[in-house]
């Protein structure tokens, strides 16, 4: 079993910056690959990048040169550096371990001036 808590959304003007966290309880971090997804309203989830356990990393198309994943096992988190956010960026974000059940409860991110 694993617990996933997201932190880190709030409102930010286009143009500005975020960094999420998610803490993971349990072990399961060291031996999984990590992800970021989000859902827009009236949009389904979508996969936003990847962290995998040898350190490479994936990232949507939409996303790719703005944000950047990262892990840190000792600390138990993966974190999403987000910057240029656009209003399509948008959403609420998950935190997901790859390849299983185990879902964050989201962090709303809001882009709007």
């Known amino acids: 079993q694993a617990q996933l808590v997201e932190s880190g959304g709030g409102l930010v003007q286009p143009g500005g910056s975020l960094r999420l966290s998610c803490l993971v309880s349990g072990s399961i971090l060291r031996i999984s690959p990590m992800g970021w997804y989000r859902q827009a309203p009236g949009k389904q989830r979508e996969w936003v990048a990847t962290?995998?356990?040898?350190?490479?990393?994936n990232y949507a198309d939409s996303v790719k040169g703005r944000f950047t994943i990262s892990r840190d096992n000792a600390k138990n988190t993966v974190d999403l550096q987000m910057n240029s956010l656009k209003p399509e960026d948008t959403a609420v974000y998950y935190c997901?371990?790859?390849?299983?059940?185990?879902w964050g409860q989201g962090t709303q991110v809001t882009v709007s001036s």
């Open positions: 962290a995998t356990l040898g350190g490479r990393t």
């Open positions: 997901h371990v790859e390849g299983s059940t185990f």
